[in-house]
C-alpha cells in the first residue's frame, strides 16, 4: 500500500487510537469497545480498514477474535519522514548552539 493511502487511514483518530492499543498487546474487538467508548459495529469497521490496510491482523481463540499490530507497512511512512526528522534535528541543533553561544 502507498503512503497517501496509508495516511489517508492514518488521519483517523480512532484508527490511531487503535494501534495506540494493539502496540501494547493483542486485544479483542471487546475490549477495544471499552477502551475507546465507540460502539462494536465502529470499531469493526475501523478494524477492516486496518485489516484491509495490513497494519493488523486477526486469529481466530474459542468465539473471539484476535487483532495485532503489524507495524510493517508504516516502515514507508518511517521513511517519508526521515529528511523531515533530519531537518528538525539541524534546526535544534542550531537553536542549542545559539543558545549555548549568547549563555557565553
Request: no cysteine.
Amino acid at each position: 500500500m502507498n503512503e497517501d493511502k496509508l495516511f489517508e487511514i492514518l488521519a483517523e483518530p480512532n484508527r490511531r487510537k487503535i494501534l495506540d492499543y494493539l502496540r501494547a498487546r493483542e486485544r479483542s474487538v471487546g475490549e477495544l469497545v471499552a477502551l475507546l467508548s465507540l460502539s462494536q459495529p465502529g470499531i469493526s469497521k475501523h478494524l477492516r480498514i486496518l485489516r484491509q490496510a495490513e497494519l493488523v491482523t486477526v486469529r481466530k481463540d474459542a468465539q473471539q477474535h484476535l487483532y495485532r499490530l503489524n507495524a510493517e507497512p508504516l516502515q514507508g511512512i518511517h521513511d517519508w519522514f526521515e529528511p523531515y526528522r533530519q531537518y528538525w534535528t539541524n534546526k535544534l541543533d542550531d537553536l542549542e548552539k545559539q543558545l549555548d553561544e549568547e549563555e557565553q
